[in-house]
């Protein structure tokens, strides 16, 4: 994982919140306690569903406040019933602020944005919260700031215009990243692949690397041989960069077909692993020499029902002692060796028995126990460790109203906070109370 996990919470320790992709601390571990062993009869006490427009943009929540992110289409404009159909549809995004309480409105900010991207639904990246601010990043470029209590804009980029860069496929889908006083975006454009935004005033601190295309991988902090690094996973390669200067420390190469590389890179010790649609898995191993990274192992190329390794396509898996954990091409739910790739199991279990193209679930680990949000929208309560996939409870949370491959699904990451879980799909944002407690 790329931050190391904290001492456990105790009983009256408050809530971290989920104010960023992945969580607090960008592990996908959700700390709170107190929180129930399996579901009632009936599922999860539902505390509200706030209706909202369409979006793979997963919530933020802090501070008794939720905000995601969504479209509204124009009157006259509909998406194409083939996603990856692409043209010039009118309509807006917005950035919603509703109350955690009881799902209310509080503020929302509105800009007109054509889309001209596949899979149309809407906005992707999480939004991120922090010092009275929220940064959010929509689909065609629009990088805001604005204040986290009126919703007004404290300062703004719009990376097509700024920097010349150009919309990806499926849009700009990387979400950003705070390091101290930097927001740390992929931008595109000339020599300007990754910039580093003053988080207060918008202000260029460094721009870095003039890569060939963006990828959908969300930038991350890690840690190895005592140093602080921005790892960037984009289409040609995955790079370490220094947070202060932008400048690069290594590259390995890795080509990615269709600049598909979505999941966000993990690391466990002094390795890193990142993982592929179409090129598979690569683990990375740091030793301090020269160069600073090799190839740990990789696996094959081959997308067909039997991949080796895990070729992920949405899910960011999960790594800890020893053990690697995540869906593959075909939704296989799989545990393979950190050092070596090995599989040790695969379990189709959550997706009820049969493999589906791009099948996926959402990963997160609380105290000893994971939840799974299906892209069918059930959320899964199991057991996951060497000796297999260990179901303990489902309830069916939100129904599945996107499109992939002909098929409903739920394709965007919960927020787990304050002991419950919040999740959106295209028609509707749910809270639902996890608390053992809950009435």
């Known amino acids: 994982m790329l931050s190391c996990c904290g001492a456990a919470q105790s009983a009256d320790a408050p809530s971290e919140g989920w104010p960023r992709w992945l969580g607090p601390r960008g592990d996908s571990v959700w700390r709170d306690t107190g929180i129930l062993e399996k579901f009632p009869e009936g599922g999860p006490v539902i505390r509200w569903r706030t209706p909202i427009g369409g979006g793979y943009a997963g919530p933020a929540v802090f501070n008794g406040k939720v905000y995601v992110t969504d479209r509204q289409l124009a009157s006259n404009a509909e998406v194409p019933k083939n996603p990856m159909q692409r043209g010039s549809i009118a309509g807006s995004e917005r950035v919603l602020c509703l109350n955690e309480a009881d799902g209310k409105e509080i503020w929302k900010h509105e800009e007109d944005v054509p889309y001209t991207i596949s899979y149309a639904a809407g906005p992707r990246t999480t939004p991120t919260v922090a010092d009275g601010k929220v940064y959010t990043l929509g689909a065609e470029g629009s990088l805001l700031c604005l204040d986290a209590e009126k919703g007004t804009v404290i300062w703004s980029h719009d990376l097509k215009k700024d920097y010349g860069a150009k919309t990806p496929l499926w849009g700009f889908s990387s979400s950003p990243l705070l390091e101290g006083n930097k927001l740390i975006c992929q931008v595109g454009g000339i020599e300007s692949t990754v910039v580093a935004f003053d988080k207060d005033t918008g202000k260029e601190i460094?721009?870095?690397?003039?890569?060939?295309?963006?990828?959908?991988?969300?930038?991350?902090?890690?840690?190895?041989?005592?140093?602080?690094?921005?790892?960037?996973?984009?289409?040609?390669?995955?790079?370490?960069?220094?947070?202060?200067?932008?400048?690069?420390?290594?590259?390995?190469?890795?080509?990615?077909?269709?600049?598909?590389?979505?999941?966000?890179?993990?690391?466990?010790?002094?390795?890193?692993?990142?993982?592929?649609?179409?090129?598979?898995?690569?683990?990375?191993?740091?030793?301090?020499?020269?160069?600073?990274?090799?190839?740990?192992?990789?696996?094959?190329?081959?997308?067909?029902?039997?991949?080796?390794?895990?070729?992920?396509?949405?899910s960011t898996p999960f790594l800890e002692n020893g053990y690697l954990y995540g869906t593959c091409s075909y939704g296989q739910l799989r545990c393979l060796k950190a050092d070596t790739g090995e599989r040790v199991w695969e379990s189709l279990d959550y997706l009820g028995g049969a493999p589906v193209r791009w099948g996926n679930a959402f990963i997160v680990k609380n105290g000893e126990r994971f939840f799974?949000?299906?892209?069918?929208?059930?959320?899964?309560?199991?057991?996951?460790?060497?000796?297999?996939?260990?179901e303990i409870s489902r309830a069916h949370l939100l129904e599945a109203t996107g499109d992939a491959a002909g098929r409903p699904v739920v394709w965007s990451h919960p927020a787990f906070a304050d002991k419950c879980i919040f999740a959106r799909n295209d028609k509707e944002i749910v809270c639902a109370s996890l608390a053992a407690d809950a009435k």
């Not at 960069?241 to 002094?270: C, F, H, N």
């Not at 690569?282 to 020499?289: E, S, T």
């Not at 799974?372 to 260990?390: C, F, M, R, V, W």
């Open 206 to 314: 460094w721009k870095s690397l003039a890569a060939p295309e963006l990828g959908y991988s969300s930038p991350a902090i890690g840690e190895f041989g005592g140093k602080r690094e921005v790892i960037v996973w984009l289409p040609d390669g995955v790079y370490g960069l220094d947070p202060e200067t932008g400048k690069e420390l290594w590259m390995q190469k890795y080509i990615s077909k269709m600049g598909m590389v979505i999941a966000t890179p993990r690391k466990l010790g002094e390795l890193l692993f990142v993982s592929s649609f179409f090129n598979g898995p690569m683990m990375l191993k740091f030793d301090g020499g020269n160069p600073a990274v090799q190839v740990a192992w990789r696996g094959n190329s081959s997308i067909e029902t039997k991949p080796d390794g895990i070729h992920c396509v949405m």
């Open 372 to 390: 799974l949000l299906s892209e069918q929208g059930n959320l899964i309560i199991a057991k996951l460790s060497p000796k297999g996939y260990e």
